[in-house]
Each structure stands twice: as C-alpha cells, then as structure tokens.
C-alpha cells in the first residue's frame, strides 16, 4: 500500500527559530512537492525535486529551503520561522512524471499543523 | 496562466441523494486531472485520476468526466452518505514542456445530512 508520512501532526515553534519538515514516502518515487495550504488560497506549491539532489521552486519558495539527500526523504526548511508560516504543509509524490510528461496519481501525506508564536 | 475554479465553494445534501461536483480550468492543454478528497485537519486522498485522453474514470460510486475542450470536469457521486462529508479538490497537471506543476482548485465542501 502507498505510503507517504510527515514526521509531525502539529507542530509549534517560535519566530526565529529554524524548522524542519520531514518527509518520507515507501514507493520508490521520484519526484516530491511540499505546498502550503491556507484557507481561501487552496494548495500553493513550495518547492519540489525530480530526483536526488535535484530540486525546483514553486510559487512561493520565499523563507523556505528544501533537501533531498536520499530518493525517499524530502525535508522542508524554514530557515528563520514567521508568524505567516503557519499553516498546514502538505507532502506529496509521483512514481515518475518528467519534464512533459503526464505522470501519475499524487499521493499526499497526513499534514502537517505548523503553529509560529 | 491555469486557474482552476470549483463552484460551489460548499453544498449541502440530505443524504441519498445524486449529486455532481464541477471542477473548471481554463487553459485545456493538461496532461490529466485528478480528484481528491480532504477530511478537516487532514491530508488529500486520491480519488480518481483521468488522463487527458480519457473521458471518465469510475470507482465504487464515483464517476468523474472530463471535457478538455471545454475546460471541465465533474464528480458525480451517486447515493450520497453522510460519510461522504469531506471537503473535494480538483488538480490538474499542465502540460508545459519542462513542467511538474500541479494546479489546485480551492475545493468544494461537501456535507450530507442524515
């Protein structure tokens, strides 16, 4: 069964600090995407990787950074954490989906609640 | 630039009934689209994924069309069942050469009342 899990179900940190978002999927996919979701402005992608190493910016890549050390870990940074970060953070991934290719189902993570005081 | 609009933003159905879901965007070259679901506080699961060059997909009771032409889709779910209460989400993929670009709409919210 597909499985994809975030390291946290909520999360609450203060402003300044540097916050790590976990995210691990079984199925052997390539490509990963972190979004933010806030209501009224539905899913807005962050950033996502096509493969190891290799990483692109979505649309609000603003205060945020990503690593992709192995196929199966995706993490989300928030270098210095801000009271408009708080939002839910969705993970999600594709077996494969190049460049122009029309890829697969996505399969979404649990979520993570992220609170900045 | 691909919006993607999902009207109503939220319905509300006595339980039993047929009802359909509208998913429209407005440029029609997509690779595919999919439905989600969304319970509160939780993440999306998948629920139908339809190629471009497809017309429906079918599961269970869930049948979702897709008119590329003319920029739509729909959801139809049939029987409808208070735990069929979620909030829907629409997502097409561009087709974009050099693209991994997921384009969301903003969701239905659905309840069905017993």
């Known amino acids: 069964d597909v499985k994809v899990t975030q390291s946290s179900r909520y999360l609450v940190k203060r402003t300044g600090e540097k916050v790590f978002l976990e995210c691990v999927q079984d199925m052997d996919h390539e490509n990963m995407f972190w979004y933010r979701q806030d209501p009224g402005l539905g899913l807005r992608l962050i950033y996502f990787s096509y493969d190891v190493k290799m990483k692109e910016k979505g649309d609000i890549p603003e205060g945020y950074s990503v690593s992709r050390e192995k196929k199966e870990r995706f993490s989300l940074i928030l270098e210095s954490a801000s009271t408009n970060q708080t939002s839910m953070y969705l993970c999600a991934s594709i077996p494969w989906g190049g460049a122009g290719g029309p890829g697969n189902e996505q399969y979404f993570g649990p979520g993570t609640r992220l609170t900045v005081t | ?114």
């Open chain 2, 1 to 114: 630039k691909q919006e993607v609009t999902q009207i109503p933003a939220a319905l509300s159905v006595p339980e039993g009934e047929n009802l359909v879901l509208n998913c429209s965007f407005t440029d029609s070259a997509i690779y595919n689209l999919q439905w989600f679901r969304q319970d509160p506080g939780k993440g999306l699961t998948s629920l139908l994924l339809i190629q471009s060059s497809q017309r429906e997909q079918t599961s269970g009771r869930l049948n979702a069309s897709l008119d590329k032409s003319s920029g739509r889709s729909t959801l139809y779910i049939a029987a409808s069942q208070p735990g069929d209460s979620a909030t829907y989400l629409c997502a097409v993929k561009e087709a974009t050469s050099g693209t991994y670009k997921y384009i969301f709409g903003t969701g239905t919210r659905l309840k069905v009342l017993a």
